[in-house]
Antibody, heavy 121, light 109 residues
Framework: EVQLLESGGGLVQPGGSLRLSCAAS????????LTWVRQAPGKGLEWVSS????????YYADSVKGRFTISRDNSKNTLYLQMNSLRAEDTAVYYC??????????????WGQGTLVTVSS | QSALTQPRSVSGSPGQSVTISCTGT?????????VSWYQQHPGKAPKLMIY???KRPSGVPDRFSGSKSGNTASLTISGLQAEDEADYYC?????????FGGGTKLTVL
């Protein structure tokens, strides 16, 4: 059974940093692309970033490019999202998702339960 | 990276059919056959319902179907059931990035 468990969320001040983690199990981690999707309170889903399953190519939404970094540690079966220069508009539940295959644009087949990030002074 | 356009809400009675539209551009929906649909119940994580425009993942009832014409994709739910009441999001590949629709709230009357 595929399991994705996010951690690392919390309250951070504007301009601060946070690193999210997503521990995965139940599949061959290195073979699949992985994605972060966020959802602001009461709002819709927003794609944040994806990393492919082969060469680890990375892709970002314009809203986070230059501030967020996605990475993966295939030896630890863990996905990360380093978030710097955080803004109030980054406040959201952040979901980790396993893509359908190694392609970064393949559909998001399995989702974690999410971790809440709140950016506020 | 503009969001795809969905109606904010749709409704239908049990047993009826409803269709949710998702309008993009030739740079996303119209340019690729990589449209997917997600169902989200309140307080829960999204669930993949349709991918590659019209394919259903294992376990998704065949009451759910997808299609596309030009820059508009559609999700049709036939034989509505109470448990179908949820938010639905379309999603499309847009060449080096991905874009979601704003979401549609489905109410089963």
């Amino acid at each position: 059974e595929v399991q994705l468990l996010e951690s690392g969320g919390g309250l951070v001040q504007p301009g601060g940093s946070l690193r999210l983690s997503c521990a995965a199990s139940g599949f061959t981690f290195s073979s699949y692309a992985l994605t972060w999707v966020r959802q602001a309170p009461g709002k819709g889903l927003e794609w944040v970033s994806s990393i492919s399953g082969s060469r680890g190519s990375t892709y970002y939404a314009d809203s986070v490019k230059g501030r967020f970094t996605i990475s993966r540690d295939n030896s630890k079966n863990t996905l990360y999202l380093q978030m710097n220069s955080l803004r109030a508009e980054d406040t959201a539940v952040y979901y980790c998702a396993k893509n359908f295959d190694w392609l970064s644009y393949s559909p998001f087949q399995h989702w974690g339960q999410g971790t809440l990030v709140t950016v506020s002074s | 990276q503009s969001a795809l356009t969905q109606p904010r809400s749709v409704s239908g009675s049990p047993g009826q059919s409803v269709t949710i539209s998702c309008t993009g551009t030739s740079s996303d929906v119209g340019g690729y056959n990589y449209v997917s649909w997600y169902q989200q119940h309140p307080g829960k994580a999204p669930k993949l319902m349709i991918y590659d425009v019209s394919k259903r993942p294992s376990g998704v009832p065949d009451r759910f179907s997808g299609s596309k014409s030009g820059n508009t994709a559609s999700l049709t739910i036939s034989g509505l059931q109470a448990e179908d009441e949820a938010d639905y999001y379309c999603c499309s590949y847009a060449g080096s990035h991905v874009v979601f629709g704003g979401g549609t709230k489905l109410t089963v009357l």
